[in-house]
């Protein structure tokens, strides 16, 4: 790739839902590093030489399991500085070709890209992916692997959430990690909407700043 950002969806779409296997071990082939890694929630492949070709065998066996896939990338981030992507991917699957009705699920893709010299053109730069990460809701893997379950995973996130709300009140009530003005005798004192905050200290900035490039 050479500009990443226009082109990863398409990468995308060839080696996920391409119309024939050889179309998709020519992209798997062209846009991975042959020591690329790769994590899933089902598998994963360790950068080592030649590591491409495991990646390769397990988007070729989910074609297999999905002979027909459709796939849509919604939205692309790219940040040039760190050579990383993410993806907002949804995913249609049809798990035969005698099933009318998909299953819809969606997943966050992660591409850490390496650059370097274009073989064919040294004095240009491409693009390969060096590690792919895909994250799946729990819900959503569930709908990937077993979708009668989908509605109970979610209905127990659900249930999940409202024990949060009900220990949070409880344990506050008992004192633990509760909300008062001027906490711990500090003087901190909560703003009301729209008023200011007070000001950043110098040694806070440098903090923030620190936090912000990540050190």
Known sequence: MEDPAKEISNVVVLVT???????????????????????????????????RAAILSILQWY?????????RVTSVTYDEEKNSVFLDVTQSFHYNAHTRRASVHRLIV????????????????????????????????AALLVPPLSPLIRGAL???????KFNAALFGALGYWSVRNGEGGKGVQLQPEGEPL????????????ERGQGI
């Open 110 to 141: 992660r591409l850490t890209l390496r650059p370097e010299p274009s073989p064919e053109d040294p004095s240009k730069t491409i693009y390969l992916i060096a590690a792919q990460e895909d994250f799946y809701h729990p819900d959503q893997l």
């Open 158 to 164: 659900y249930a999940a959430t409202y024990a949060c």
């Open 198 to 209: 007070p000001p950043v200290t110098e040694d806070e900035g440098v903090e923030l700043q």
């Open 17 to 51: 839902d391409a119309v024939n296997p050889e179309i998709q071990k020519a992209a798997v082939l062209r846009y991975y590093a042959p020591d690329a890694s790769f994590h899933h929630p089902l598998s994963a492949v360790k950068s080592a030489p030649n590591s």
């Open 63 to 71: 074609r297999v399991l999905c002979p027909m896939p459709s796939v």
